[in-house]
């Protein structure tokens, strides 16, 4: 079994910043994605960023030049840097992963249970 736990989120003033952070915890063989979805209400969950275990990053049009995202392995954690930020950026953020618990050639996707991100004065 494998846990993601989000921390971070509040309210913050448009042109403020977050840091989010998610820890995987658990039953972990490798973790070979992670990364931020968000749901705004009314609207569909969406791709934020996400990471590879190599390092490398994807971000939606939307947050690029602003967010950032980054990952500490020997912590089972990645953190989203929110920068600039707007009131269309308020949302709830999911952390996922993907993750191999017990063997490398068996992978699940795993959600946390999202940290809310409200950008308003």
């Known amino acids: 079994q494998v846990q993601l736990v989000e921390s971070g989120g509040g309210l913050v003033q448009p042109g403020g910043s977050l840091r989010l952070s998610c820890v995987a915890s658990g039953t972990i063989f490798t973790i070979y994605r992670m990364g931020w979805y968000r749901q705004a209400p009314g609207k569909q969950r969406e791709l934020v960023a996400t990471?590879?275990?190599?390092?490398?990053?994807d971000y939606a049009d939307s947050v690029k030049g602003r967010f950032s995202i980054s990952r500490d392995n020997a912590k089972n954690t990645i953190y989203l840097q929110m920068n600039s930020l707007k009131p269309e950026d308020t949302a709830v953020y999911y952390c996922?992963?993907?993750?191999?618990?017990?063997?490398?050639?068996?992978?699940?996707?795993?959600w946390g249970q999202g940290t809310q991100v409200t950008v308003s004065t």
């Open positions: 996922n992963a993907l993750i191999a618990t017990i063997t490398p050639n068996r992978k699940y996707e795993f």
């Open positions: 990471i590879a275990s190599s390092g490398t990053t």
